[in-house]
């Protein structure tokens, strides 16, 4: 009987689909250590991922050669040594498109908070310092009819840049060439250190890769508007997380809002918490029950898919 060891307890009742199977479910609210994920990979057919799991030539070797498929069960694959499973004849998929829009939902909550500093004013009421109302209190940004500048307008930027429309706001957008169905729109295409020199706020919307790590260094942190507020909801590892505490430190930034953190968990010590302008959410930006039950549905009929020696839907690796 084909065996699947899935990392994750998962909303929603995909699973229900793998009777027949031998499914081995990891319990716990952590991911499972390394030694656990190597042991329990051993033998297997499927495994299904997160990006906590680090799937390695290592890790490959140690499933052996019954593994016909990595499907992870999120956008992106960087944790995913597609080289050695390309080299191993295993199949990786991911689940694209189905988080695009609870990810702009997440993003333009940060840019919100962050702009009116909602957190900043929930701690000043939890703390009893509220008693009276003052014209200069906790004076925040204005959204309608500011200029966003968005790096890397792909599903998910392009959803989060219809939603700034709503606010009247110019969109600026970046990447490897201008997008004509963007430019209809009424976006504007900017060089990166155009973009963040007139943006009032930039939102990061890239994937990690060697080209977008510390994609957001120092000097980047710099070029940035006065005062101007930054969203990250791509991956940790884009921004320069020392950088852009001394940005915040100093006021050439007046906020930032992040869903996504370098290190990550983030430790609840970590200077980027003392920071009153900083919003921080746990990496929720796929968080709603319609997209995590989605993304396993898709996880789920993928390896089926390869299990039964048919195609997978959103192959990253395809196999001959």
């Known amino acids: 009987m084909p065996r699947i060891f899935i990392t994750r307890i998962w909303p929603g009742s995909a699973i229900e689909r793998l009777n027949g199977y031998e499914v081995d479910v990891w319990p716990e609210f952590e991911a499972p250590p390394r030694d656990v994920l190597l042991q329990r990979a051993r033998g297997v057919d499927a495994l299904i991922t997160t990006l906590d799991d680090r799937i390695d030539a290592e890790l490959l070797d140690a499933a052996g050669p019954s593994l016909k498929i990595v499907a992870q069960s999120a956008v992106g694959y ?28 997440i993003a333009f909550a940060l840019f919100m908070a962050a702009a009116r500093r909602i957190a900043e004013g929930m701690d000043y ?18 959204l309608h009819g500011a200029t966003m500048g968005i790096v890397g307008l792909g599903r998910i930027g ?28 009424g976006y504007e295409f900017r060089p990166l250190d155009d973009l963040l020199a007139e943006s009032d706020f930039v939102s990061l919307h890239v994937p990690l890769t060697p080209e977008t790590n510390n994609l957001m260094n120092r000097d980047r942190l710099r070029r940035m508007k006065q005062g101007a507020i930054l969203i990250n909801t791509a991956r940790g590892q884009v921004v320069d997380t020392e950088a852009l505490i001394e940005v915040l430190r100093d006021g050439h930034l ?42 396993i549905e898709l996880a789920v009929g993928d390896t089926l898919a390869v299990l039964e020696g048919r195609q997978p839907v959103h192959p990253v690796v395809s196999v001959e």
């Open 78 to 105: 960087n944790n995913i040594d597609l080289d050695a499973a390309r080299q191993r004849g295993v199949w990786v998929t991911n689940t694209p498109g189905v988080l695009d829009e609870a990810t702009a939902d």
């Open 125 to 142: 009421v939890r703390a009893g310092k509220w008693t009276a109302w003052h014209p200069s209190l906790l004076l925040g940004a204005d």
């Open 158 to 185: 392009a959803a989060f840049a219809r939603r700034c429309t709503g606010f009247d706001m110019k969109i600026l957008y970046t990447g490897r060439k201008p997008r004509p169905l963007a430019d209809a729109q």
């Open 254 to 295: 007046a906020g930032a809002g992040l869903d996504v953190t370098d290190p990550e968990p983030l430790p609840a010590d970590h200077p980027l918490l003392q920071l009153p302008n900083v919003v921080v959410t746990p990496h929720i930006g796929s968080a709603s029950y319609r997209t995590r039950t989605t993304m």
